[in-house]
């Protein structure tokens, strides 16, 4: 029999597992012989033992793959060893290869970590959610399609790296070249633009003002042929003979023609000229022609500038232009400086920013000032004299003012002859007729009937009342805010007035709405009277309160608000004195109806009527004219 082999222990085998191995052996054999199949002598311990080294080295085979696979999965070793912390510090430093199982227990440490709370959502601090960009970058790395910090940024452990250069690698010498380079190409830009900037506003305001680099006057881009209203005198043509309509004004005017003619007749006696003549009056009227022709008359320049031309957008243009204006007027002297529409700069000061209050002090010192203009004379035209500043129109600058009023119907007769010299006209117009039937030229027949007897009234009243003052002139054409106006002045000079005459003041006010009432009766009175009836309320107030000629209330000065007691007892005596004078007027009206009508209509005829023409209307059969002696009473102060 061959030997016998040794049994060799085996740390894997159970006995219990050996007692199987030799049952199977051992019926493997006795299957053999009942099949007659030949029977190999082997010994069932030997073959025992060789099923034991086959099943050793199996089981041998299975625990290095399993070792193998434990050492593989080297992440599921260390969670399940207690260390999650290895576990996100294994997948995040990203030196294995990784499969779902790993992905799984990586996720299961950040969860047992509260290490998921960085790639959640966070209000407070304005982070946003990055828990999809790590599940989208863990599927790529089991996949096998990873890359490196594919999503820098989603968490504190993926930091987005920023890599710093050292400025010296760079160079030196280049980077302050080009420094140098940048500098000079900057500077070069900035120079450019502000040489064509400085061009382009010196070329605009030139444009505007006349006034460039070369001094006032002196540039010769504007020569005498572009007619320039700064430097160069208009040639003015036009004569007395060319203004009509205005004999009044003209008159006015005729000693500051004599002056530019000849200086020395005044000089020589100490005279002096006004330096401001302000022609005021409606527009229309003629106060630009008048102002020329008196330059056509005394044959000198005339220099013209609008009073909205002065100011520009650029602060300081407007006193400039000042300067300009009487610097070219003292080389032409003697001149007229003409302003037309002053009061587009010589309003208010209170009206006005302070950058355009420059040309009105620019305009004062000029007109007034330290240095003298001798020789200039500075004429303006304005519609509303009222909102002129009060340092313009003082003595010294603009003393004389004169109303240049709306022509009567002499005047538009003459101003329509004038018109109709170079045209050709029918033999059957006539123009006195055109001249009746347009006075004021607005062709308001109804309103100057309204007027004239309204005026009428007002003229009879102060004819036939003791006391009231004498008439000067009566007109039926619109002066300022009034639609007509009867003229009355005093005989002498007045130091106080009486009772008699403020009560006769009281009728004449009230006159031109009782004429109106008695002639077109009640419901055709117009507004005309309004004024009247402001100026006789103010009298009687004035009356009451101030001079004690009420005996209702007594000689007392009423302060300036009294008790209200005290001031309806003042308004009752208003009232009172208010109906006596138009019971009076009344009565007076309907005595003189004759006389009311006569003056009416002769005022609609000649629209304007002196005291002697009045005199011959009202009594036609006198050789000559007796106005009513008034009777003054002056009281010693």
Known sequence: MPPRHRMRSYPFLTPEHRLQLLEQIRARREARIAAG?????????????????????NARDADMQAKQQILKNDVVLKFHLGSPEDVIKRIEQRSHAVDSKGVAEYLRALILTNAIADYLPDERSGRSATLPALLQELKQRVSG????????????????????????????????????????LFTVAVGFMWVMGAAALQKYIGSLGGIGASGVGSS??????????????????????????????????????????????????????????????????????????????????????????????????????????????????????FIDEIDAVGSTRKQWEGHTKKTLHQLLVEMDGFEQNEGIIVMAATNLP??????????????????????????????????????PVGSDVNVNAIARSTPGFNGADLANLLTAYHESGHAIVALNTKGAHPIHKATILPRGSALGMVTQLPSQDETSISKKQLLARLDV?????????????????????RNDLHTATELAQYMVSNCGMSNAIGPVHVKERPSVDMQSRIDAEVGRLLREAYERVTHLLKKHEKQLHALA?????????????????????????????????????
């Open 37 to 57: 199949l030949p029977l190999d002598v082997v010994d069932p311990e030997e073959e025992l033992e060789e099923e034991e080294e086959e099943d050793v080295g």
């Open 145 to 184: 399609e990873d890359k490196p910090f594919s999503n820098p940024g989603i968490s504190d452990k993926q930091p987005l790296h920023v890599v710093m250069v050292d400025p010296k690698a760079t160079g030196r010498s280049t980077r302050f070249a080009q420094e140098i380079f940048s500098t000079i």
């Open 220 to 337: 010769s881009s504007y020569s005498a042929k572009e007619l320039n209203k700064d430097i160069t005198p208009e040639k003015n043509v036009k004569t007395f003979k060319d203004v009509k309509g205005c004999d009044d004004a003209k008159k006015e005017l005729e000693e500051v023609v004599e002056y530019l003619r000849n200086p020395m007749k005044f000089t020589r006696l100490g005279g002096k000229l006004p330096k401001g003549i302000l022609l005021t009056g409606a527009p229309g009227t003629g106060k630009t022609l008048l102002a020329k022709a008196i330059a056509g008359e005394a044959g000198v320049p005339f220099f013209y500038r609008a009073g909205s031309e002065f100011e520009e957008m650029f602060v300081g243009v407007g006193a400039r232009r000042v300067r300009s204006l009487f610097q070219a007027a003292k080389k032409k002297a003697p001149c007229i400086v």
């Open 386 to 423: 009222d909102i002129l500043d009060p340092a313009l129109t003082r003595p010294g600058r603009f003393d004389r003012h004169i109303v240049v009023p709306s022509p009567d119907v002499r005047g538009r007769q003459d101003i329509l002859e004038l018109y109709l010299q170079d045209k």
């Open 509 to 529: 006010c009230m006159g031109g709405r009782v004429a109106e009432e008695l002639i077109f009766g009640e419901e055709n009175v117009t507004t005309g009277a």
């Open 601 to 637: 209509n002769a005022l609609l005829e000649r629209e304007t009527l002196t005291a002697d023409e009045i005199n011959k209307v009202v009594h036609p059969y006198q050789e000559e004219p007796q106005l009513p002696f008034q009777e003054e009473a002056f009281a010693l102060t």
